[in-house]
């Protein structure tokens, strides 16, 4: 899995797969979701994050395995 966050462009991005992306749909306004040819989500796109999460919560992205 990879995380990207894109401050210029106030995105933050989840790939799942590596697998190519054959279609993607806005599920949410500024939730956009990318599919591969066996219509599994393997990509999770949000928009606006500034407004969604505080800058400062975003450099302490903190990772829980249960």
């Given at each position: 899995m990879r995380i990207k966050i894109d401050e210029a462009a106030d995105a933050l991005y989840?790939?799942?797969d590596?697998?190519?992306?054959?279609?993607?749909?806005?599920?949410?306004?500024?939730?956009i979701l990318d599919y591969n040819a066996a219509g599994q989500?393997?990509?999770?796109?949000i928009l606006g994050i500034k407004e969604r999460i505080p800058v400062e919560e975003l450099r302490r992205l903190h990772f829980e395995t249960v």
């Amino acid at each position: 899995m990879r995380i990207k966050i894109d401050e210029a462009a106030d995105a933050l991005y989840f790939r799942l797969d590596e697998s190519p992306i054959v279609d993607s749909e806005e599920v949410q306004p500024g939730i956009i979701l990318d599919y591969n040819a066996a219509g599994q989500a393997v990509g999770i796109e949000i928009l606006g994050i500034k407004e969604r999460i505080p800058v400062e919560e975003l450099r302490r992205l903190h990772f829980e395995t249960v």
